[in-house]
């Protein structure tokens, strides 16, 4: 168990990071522009959604890595949403509302929610598409991508390992999503970087 519980941690330690280039790049960059925030909003409620199942499950490297990721992800909501009583607002009722349903519905319909949430970031596949027609900047981090992706394929093999069929789903399709944001980024950029030169 304790060498299954490495992969997850692994994959969990990774998870943790996705959200720090992000909220990093946003510092330096000295905006948001071109993130979604419902796409954050939604990353926050996929890390709520797996502590509660990793609380539920006695799943060590699920709870106590997807607790750090919240944190991270609900940075930066933080920032993106530029009223802080608002932010405060919107974070913990989003957490408590998330977590009260994964814990509280029966496994059946918890799981719906789960598949439902990991399209977290489908709307930023979209924006990133978006940005690509109309040819503006974006603050999204091909890193962060990049090590999101890496995640998920540590926590699919957790999944195998631990027999989880619904683990392995739900990671399948952030790793998707992932990878097509991630190639909407690189045209963009190349797409904007041809423009100017």
Same mark, same amino acid.
Request: charged share 10%.
């Given at each position: 168990?304790?060498?299954?519980? +490495? +992969?997850?941690?692994?994959?969990?330690?990774?998870?943790?990071?996705?959200?720090?280039? $992000?909220a990093l790049r946003i510092r330096r960059l000295g905006h948001g522009r071109g993130?979604?925030?419902?796409?954050?909003?939604? $990353?926050?409620?996929v890390a709520t959604s797996w502590a509660a199942y990793g609380f539920?499950?006695?799943?060590?490297?699920?709870?106590?890595?997807?607790?750090?990721?919240?944190?991270?992800?609900?940075?930066?909501?933080?920032?993106?949403?530029?009223?802080?009583?608002?932010?405060?607002?919107t974070i913990s009722t989003l957490v408590a509302i998330v977590a009260g349903l994964v814990l509280t519905l029966p496994a059946s319909i918890a799981s719906v929610l789960l598949i439902s949430l990991v399209f977290a970031q489908t709307p $930023?596949?979209?924006?990133?598409?978006?940005?690509?027609?109309?040819?503006?900047?974006?603050?999204?981090?091909?890193?962060?991508?990049?090590?999101?992706?890496?995640?998920?394929?540590?926590?699919?093999?957790?999944?195998?390992?631990i027999n989880d069929a619904l683990l392995v789903l739900c990671n399948a399709i952030v790793l998707t999503n992932n990878i097509a944001i991630i190639a909407l980024e690189i045209i963009g950029k190349r797409s904007r970087a041809s423009k100017t030169s």
């Open positions: 168990m304790l060498s299954t519980e +490495f +992969f997850g941690f692994i994959g969990g330690v990774l998870s943790i990071f996705f959200g720090l280039p $992000q993130l979604s925030l419902i796409s954050w909003l939604l $990353q926050l409620g539920d499950k006695n799943s060590p490297s699920l709870l106590a890595t997807n607790v750090a990721a919240g944190l991270i992800n609900a940075s930066v909501v933080w920032v993106i949403i530029h009223n802080r009583v608002r932010s405060i607002l $930023q596949v979209y924006k990133s598409y978006k940005n690509i027609k109309i040819g503006k900047d974006s603050a999204v981090s091909v890193v962060a991508m990049s090590v999101s992706a890496l995640s998920g394929i540590f926590w699919i093999t957790y999944a195998v390992l």
